[in-house]
């Protein structure tokens, strides 16, 4: 320890600081390593020289400081991260990310040490940080004032420190020159899952969560396929909630809805596992190590927004360890070796064998309950109702819409106006989709975190993400944008092969689609049925197909 000729006592504010995959940046680097230590350790002592801190410890990477003022505390990490932002490193590759924490409590120096548990409370702040980020106990946040000039404290929650039965409640300094987005503290917490909070109801399904249940206990891959808007999301997120208790490694939800470039379907996994790049290596490579050793179920929702992308990680994923099962939601199959393809259907329209209402009636009248403040329709309208929901095809985001619309209608002028389904249900809501987006890699590694954060669903600031989040949102507020997500997938050939079976009122036979092509039409057919825009209904004489109303 450099001599001190007073060390705080009081309130002291400690501090502690490493290089996050620090291993990794010394393998990376070679003997380039050491002078990037050599100047990282440099910048520190500066700051720390600047605000009057007193260096404790100085070990490979790390630095234990103390300071008598939270204050200056704070400044002079902030300092140092800007520093280490704004300094010219080798390579981009070579620059360090350093992590901090900063805890303050009631110390007094012995022999030129402190012999405290504050010390320690504080290096476990530093150990739940990420490499960019600084992290503040709540003592350190009450004790800090004023902060920094542009600097606020993010709260972050409460959290259980490793080592510490009371739980710590996280502040993260938030300044311009700092990054913002950051997986989920590193702490004790037992988080079993991520899986989103619903704000509706969930009705019936019974039969298709069992069996739901039976593949994913039997298979590694389950993809549940179906149309846009056919509940696939809703579904899987209320059959995962059930299975939480039986992944010790917890149930995690990844929208790739919202991820504009394929590159980034890893970065959007690992940011959801609490994950960072580390330096010189491939994102897919540190989620299938961290992986492997673990028992966990991810549930991959929306994956036809980049199927291919998505198949080369779920199969890096599912070969890398055996306890990593994947439930994937998707318009079209991974196609995958082991993959169990199970398509979602329709919810029921018919009553049960006990009489009980059909899982479409049931949630229709959810649902307008809902819309018209608690009141249900009446009973003589119950031939209306069963009569909606066929015309819908008990197609649950149809149903939803319906339910809406019944706020200024009655169930029979709605059941009359059915013959627009579209202009009918989406009536009062124009939303335009996005121009598809440039997929290009741009190699920014900040629009990479941002990205994979807003999968998280974490707000970002870049207009890419906001455009998807946006995008994957409103994809299910009208019907059009649903049949607009997926028709902008269709190649040319499936495209013209859809316009032109939308002329036939009910199904049609193979010879139909035949002479409608003047063409084979197994490929197009194919694309067609796979992104499940058109419906193949088996039958002794052979296959017939319909598109949905």
Not at 50 to 57: D, I, S, T, V
Not at 155 to 166: A, C, I, K, Q
Not at 501 to 528: I, K, N, Y
Request: aromatic content about 4%; proline content about 8%; some cysteine.
């Amino acid at each position: 320890m450099p001599p001190r000729i007073n060390l705080p006592t009081g309130w002291v504010t400690f501090v502690f600081t490493d290089i996050e995959g620090s291993t990794r940046l010394a393998q990376l680097l070679g003997s380039g390593y050491r002078p990037v230590l050599a100047e990282h350790r440099r910048l520190l002592r500066r700051t720390i020289a600047a605000a009057e801190g007193a260096e404790l410890l100085t070990e490979g990477d790390s630095f234990f400081l103390a300071f008598d003022d939270a204050g200056a505390a704070l400044t002079a990490c902030l300092t140092a991260q800007r520093a280490l932002g704004e300094h010219e490193w080798p390579t981009p590759e070579a620059a360090p990310r350093v992590r901090m924490g900063l805890h303050t409590g009631w110390a007094e120096p012995r022999d030129g040490e402190y012999a405290s548990p504050e010390v320690h409370r504080a290096a476990r702040v530093a150990a739940a940080a990420h490499g960019g980020q600084i992290l503040c106990s709540g003592a350190t946040a009450r004790r800090a004032r004023p902060l920094p000039a542009g600097a606020s404290l993010l709260d972050l929650g409460l959290h259980r420190l490793r080592g510490f039965d009371d739980r710590e409640r996280l502040f993260q300094l938030v300044a311009p020159g700092l990054e913002r987005q950051f997986p989920r503290p590193r702490t004790a917490d037992v988080v079993a899952h991520n899986l989103p909070i619903q704000v509706t109801t969930f009705v019936g399904r019974q039969t298709e969560r069992a069996e739901l249940a039976r593949l994913v206990n039997r298979h590694r891959l389950v993809t549940v396929l179906g149309a846009g808007g056919s509940g696939k999301t809703r579904l899987a997120v209320e059959f995962a909630t059930d299975l939480v208790d039986e992944y010790p490694d917890g149930v995690w939800f990844v929208d790739i809805a919202t991820v504009t470039d394929p590159g980034l379907v890893a970065f959007a996994v690992a940011a959801v596992l609490g994950l960072r790049p580390e330096p010189g290596r491939p994102m897919v490579d540190t989620l299938v190590e961290y992986a492997a050793p673990r028992r966990m179920l991810i549930v991959l929702d929306t994956c036809d927004a980049q199927p291919a992308s998505c198949a080369d990680a779920v199969s890096r994923l599912l070969a890398g360890g055996g306890g990593v099962r994947v439930l994937a939601t998707t318009r079209e199959p991974l196609g995958l070796p082991g993959e169990v393809v199970w398509r979602i259907p329709p919810l029921s329209v018919d009553p049960a064998p006990d009489g009980t209402e059909s899982d479409a009636v049931a949630l229709l009248l959810d649902r307008t309950a809902a819309a018209r403040g608690g009141r249900q329709p009446d009973p003589s309208e119950s031939a209306d109702v069963r009569r909606v929901v066929r015309r819908l095809d008990g197609l649950p985001l149809a149903i939803e819409l319906a339910a809406a619309r019944l706020r200024v209608l009655s169930v029979g002028q709605l059941a009359e106006r059915l013959d627009d389904v579209l202009g009918t249900l989406d009536a009062g809501r124009e939303i335009p989709l996005p121009p598809p987006t440039d997929r290009g890699n741009t190699g920014n590694q900040r629009d990479t975190v941002d990205l994979a954060a807003a999968a998280t669903g974490v707000s970002s600031s870049t207009p890419a993400t906001r455009a998807a989040a946006r995008s994957a949102v409103e994809r299910h507020l009208t019907m059009q944008a649903t049949v607009t997500w997926s028709y902008r997938t269709l190649g040319p050939r499936a495209a013209r092969l859809l316009r032109w079976l939308a002329v036939f009122a009910g199904p049609v036979d193979l010879p139909t689609v035949e002479w409608l092509l003047d063409d084979d039409p197994l490929d197009p057919l194919s694309v067609l049925v796979d992104k499940s825009m058109v419906l193949a209904e088996p039958h002794v004489t052979g296959c017939t197909y319909r598109m949905l109303d």
